[in-house]
């Protein structure tokens, strides 16, 4: 069926609180679609569950919320999809689009190597389950960073679909999930752009629409380094929501007047959405803050 009508979303995943990094990326997400006229959903990626964070998931709505990044329909959670994940794996299996592999940590490379290919490992040793890739280039247009090209035999190998510790792999869930709520617009940051490919190869051997994909620059500190959980990120200041939403609107190059600053939240928003121009952000890699 085509979908004519915008529908984005916003996934975090439930390990702590939001830092200003996440919600730059939701603040786009958000503002691309109702720009739009279109759906925003919120949905958590909690599938690895040793890295969730008891309290993060309330944490993050309640921050969503203080910032008036309010999204359309009912929360989703990977997790309640866990039987839709593993019928589609059988499935794959069945079609021999997978194998299982029994390769460790240590005995792998930035390329796999198909160590495992043509084994046959018995389903109680311990494994993941990868994707067989073949030699064919995966090209997209993204909407700001232009025309993408990648070979994944060649660039990432056969990838994981399922861990060795049964955790489904953020690749293949995230495909389903956008399949699932109907996302045809996907705004994330630069630094998943080089996994893309990965998603738009497993849409065409799942027979699943492909979203058109964005990515906007990734915020960094003084050092260089992304803003992160791994680089001590802090949680956003919820004191003066309007000020963080004026200074990510800075960032995001959208030239805010000074005076809106001082406006409340709504406001914010309605003069965000209604000057919004994404093109302001093309060609760019990251912003230093």
């Known amino acids: 069926m085509l979908i004519s009508h915008y529908v984005g979303r916003f996934a975090p995943s439930p390990t702590g609180h939001l830092h200003l990094g996440s919600v730059y990326t939701a603040l786009a997400s958000f503002l691309e679609a109702r720009a739009h006229q279109g759906l925003w959903r919120l949905r958590f990626d909690d599938l690895d569950t040793p890295r969730n964070v008891a309290g993060a998931v309330d944490s993050i709505l309640k921050t969503l919320d203080a910032l008036g990044l309010h999204w359309d329909g009912v929360v989703d959670y990977q997790s309640q999809h866990l039987e839709e994940y593993h019928a589609v794996l059988a499935d ?5 689009k997978i194998y299982r592999c029994r390769c460790s940590r240590k005995d792998l490379t930035d390329i796999y190597a198909q160590t495992c290919r043509h084994q046959s490992i018995f389903s109680d040793v311990p ?15 993204d909407g700001l960073q232009g025309s993408i090209s990648q070979n994944l035999a060649t660039q990432h190998g056969d990838f994981i679909l399922k861990r060795k510790d049964n955790i489904i792999a953020y690749q293949f869930a995230v495909v389903l999930d956008d399949a699932r709520q109907a996302v045809n617009h996907v705004v994330r940051g630069m630094d998943l752009l080089d996994a893309t490919p990965k998603k738009i190869y497993l ?35 919820l004191t003066a929501p309007n000020r963080v939403l004026f200074q990510l609107l800075d960032w995001l190059r959208q030239h805010p007047p000074m005076e809106l600053q001082n406006e409340n ?10 000057n919004w121009n994404v093109a302001r952000l093309k060609g760019v890699k990251q912003i230093s803050i």
């Open 265 to 274: 939240v709504d406001e914010i928003l309605k003069w965000a959405i209604e």
């Open 92 to 96: 794959l299996m069945a079609r021999k």
């Open 127 to 141: 494994h993941s389950l990868r994707l067989k890739t073949v030699e064919r280039q995966i090209v997209f247009d």
């Open 203 to 237: 849409q065409h051997i799942l027979n699943l629409p492909t979203p058109h994909y964005l990515h906007v620059p990734i915020l960094v500190d003084v050092d260089g380094f992304k803003l992160s959980k791994q680089t001590l990120a802090t949680a956003v200041d």
